[in-house]
């Protein structure tokens, strides 16, 4: 059974109109997932206050907002997926969802990124350095958030988009790292590491080059798989079912190792089918070695 059928028996018998709540349904999960933004720049701002006044430990505001920012990822794969059940995509649903990750996905990790892992770096720097590093660590995020918004543009523009590297016909691919992804990322290593500030100089160069490598990646034209292919209402093996309770299981004792592992592996697999790929090709051109005759 898949998707279609199921929206069609489920939401329109013979053909009557639908619901007006049906089309209210999908909204609601936006607006939760722009409320939920809003939360993270909050939370972002108030440990900052908190890293301002001297305490550089495990900051709560800085856990919160990225958790925020996770459960917005949620919101945001459930919000499509009631469209796609419920038969009822509009163009203003689109634009508003698109809206709303310019917030969540956008502003809010952007400014979980600077006031996490900048704001104190700086301050540990030398004095000569620490300008430099100020006005680093203010266009890095900015960079984020603009290649976040370029690539929503590009993602509601584009018809049936094609990476550089095309996979296989029976499988659907982004091109280009989703911005829910991105900030995802971002997010994963804030939660894993309780929400502590980077208070190391070096480190904060580090994370500067993470965010403006997932700025790269949300750009480009490099293959992500999409995982809206996936059919979870089709019959499976009965040992699915073990590895799927194993996986709540392990979510639930590990969320933040696994989320952090999850998220590396995702945005990892786009760099290495790139390099792979490109690997391949120059193997495929190299010219064969001359045989000596005789």
Avoid at 20 to 45: K, W
Avoid at 76 to 88: P, V
Avoid at 121 to 128: I, T
Avoid at 183 to 210: E, R, Y
Wanted: aromatic share 10%.
């Amino acid at each position: 059974m898949d998707v279609r059928s199921l929206s069609k028996r489920w939401i329109a018998p013979e053909g009557r109109p639908k619901p007006r709540a049906a089309y209210a349904l999908p909204t609601l999960f936006t607006a939760g997932n722009i409320f939920l933004g809003f939360l993270a720049i909050m939370r972002s701002i108030q440990g900052a206050l908190l890293v301002g006044g001297g305490d550089t430990g495990p900051n709560a505001h800085f856990e919160i907002a990225a958790t925020a920012i996770g459960w917005a990822v949620l919101l945001d794969g459930l919000d499509g997926l009631i469209a796609r059940l419920t038969n009822t995509a509009s163009e203003f649903g689109r634009e508003m969802d698109s809206l709303a990750d310019v917030i969540s996905f956008g502003i809010a990790p952007a400014v979980l990124a600077y006031t996490w892992g900048v704001q104190s770096g700086v301050d540990s720097a030398a004095p000569a350095f620490q300008d430099v590093l100020r006005k680093i660590g203010y266009f890095i995020p900015f960079l984020f958030l603009a290649c976040g918004a370029a690539r929503l543009a590009r993602f509601n523009i584009q018809k049936n988009p094609v990476p550089k590297n095309p996979g296989r016909p029976d499988r659907r691919y982004f091109v280009g790292l989703p911005i829910p992804a991105a900030a995802a990322m971002v997010a994963s290593i804030v939660f894993a590491l309780d929400g502590a500030p980077l208070v190391f100089w070096p480190l904060t160069l580090v994370w500067l080059a993470l965010i403006a490598l997932l700025s790269f990646l949300m750009v480009s034209t490099w293959r992500y798989r999409s995982l809206k292919d996936i059919q979870l209402l089709r019959p499976r093996a009965p040992y699915t079912m073990i590895i799927a309770v194993s996986v709540i299981v392990a979510w639930w004792m590990f969320t933040a190792p696994l989320v952090l592992a999850v998220m590396t592996t995702y945005i990892g697999s786009g760099i290495a089918v790139r390099l792979g790929g490109i690997v391949r090709r120059r193997l495929r051109r190299a010219p064969e070695p001359e045989r000596e005759v005789g």
